[in-house]
């Protein structure tokens, strides 16, 4: 799967960027192109000003299957499976067709019109092996997740105009980012208002590690919660004036 997110919808962690300039990085045309060209029958999704989504269903592992859902012009992607499905669809009112990416959209949908939950609990109570990209058009939001062991990983970068570039295919990535990326942090979860985030330890601030490769040029960084550093409380909930997308 791969998405491209424009910087005005999902900016791009500063960390992210290598000091490292690449050349050779394909635009983002080019990039939607290549992904096509690797991955057969693969179907992109044009998000508008907000940047694209492309999946492909070939050459997928069973255990790990990857699903598009779209509900009330929310875009999302799931690779994975959650465990307490049922559990959940009972949580969230759904029927009993409703699978993984229908479940994670209605997540979305309660945090988004001010449920009763803070982000992190909502995300930690996805239990299973999974990764997720969702694009709420009518907001211009971006939710992002990668389960607390990092059982199914993604990638993400920053391209040369600073937009958002995500991928489980890491070929991809090094193609349209160089350098400048690195796996998504396990346990974490990112927003557009609210930038990445971890649910295990919601508490803490998250800090970028330098990385560098065997060549020993700098990459991206990985980011790591930082034990030592506590957030701020007393974030507004249900109730407030401003909805949860200006929170998180």
Request: negative net charge.
């Amino acid at each position: 799967m791969l998405a491209v997110f424009e910087k005005s919808v999902a900016k791009s962690p500063e960390g992210l960027k290598s000091p490292q300039s690449d050349p050779d990085l394909v635009e983002d045309g080019s990039i939607i192109d290549h992904f096509a060209d690797l991955h057969s029958g693969s179907v992109t999704i044009n998000l508008g000003s907000g940047g694209v989504l492309a999946y492909s269903s070939a050459k997928q592992n069973p255990l790990s299957p990857r699903l598009f859902g779209v509900v009330d012009d929310m875009f999302c992607l799931f690779q994975g499976h959650l465990d307490n499905v049922a559990s959940l669809k009972q949580q969230y009112g759904l029927n009993k067709t409703a699978n993984e990416v229908i479940i994670v959209i209605e997540a979305y949908r309660t945090l988004r019109d001010r449920g009763p939950y803070p982000a992190d609990q909502v995300v930690r109570g996805l239990h299973g092996s999974f990764a997720f990209i969702l694009f709420d058009s009518s907001t211009k939001a971006t939710f992002i997740a990668v389960d607390a062991d990092g059982s199914v990983p993604i990638y993400w970068g920053t391209n040369s105009k600073e937009d958002l570039v995500l991928s489980d295919d890491i070929e991809i990535i090094k193609k349209g980012c160089g350098k400048s990326y690195a796996p998504f942090p396990k346990g974490c979860f990112f927003t557009t208002s609210g930038g990445l985030q971890s649910f295990e330890h919601p508490l803490n601030e998250l800090k970028p590690v330098p990385r560098v490769d065997s060549q020993g040029q700098v990459c991206g960084a990985t980011f790591k919660v930082d034990a030592e550093s506590k957030k701020a409380s007393g974030m507004p909930r249900v109730g407030s004036a401003t909805d949860w997308s200006s929170h998180y």
